[in-house]
Nanobody, 122 residues
Framework: QAQLVESGGGLVPAGGSLRLSCAAS????????MVWFRQASGKEREFVAA????????YYADSVKGRFTISRGNDKNTVSLQMNTLKPEDTAVYYC???????????????WGQGTQVTVSS
């Protein structure tokens, strides 16, 4: 059964760091790009970062560029999001998603994890 499972969220003070992970199970995801979105309370889900299947291509929202780094494990089945210099406005539920192409539009993704809460205190 194709499944995405996130982990690594938590509470961190402003300026701190967190590392999120997303584990993909099932051969469905062979060749798939992996993407992180986030959704703050009362707001729309927004694109954060994406990585191609090979790992050679990475893409970031302007709001996180230079602070967040997306990477992919050698087995291609795990994706991490290293988040540094966190700000209160980074507070959100973070979701990983997968598709055979990258889009900044969350509605095109048909595989989602359950989400992990990240809270940055000021």
């Amino acid at each position: 059964q194709a499944q995405l499972v996130e982990s690594g969220g938590g509470l961190v003070p402003a300026g701190g760091s967190l590392r999120l992970s997303c584990a993909a199970s099932g051969s469905t995801f062979t060749g798939y790009a992996m993407v992180w979105f986030r959704q703050a309370s009362g707001k729309e889900r927004e694109f954060v970062a994406a990585i191609t299947w090979s790992g050679a291509g990475t893409y970031y929202a302007d709001s996180v560029k230079g602070r967040f780094t997306i990477s992919r494990g050698n087995d291609k089945n795990t994706v991490s999001l290293q988040m540094n210099t966190l700000k209160p406005e980074d507070t959100a539920v973070y979701y990983c998603a997968a598709r055979n192409f990258i889009s900044y539009n969350s509605s095109v993704y048909n595989y989602w994890g359950q989400g992990t809460q990240v809270t940055v205190s000021s």
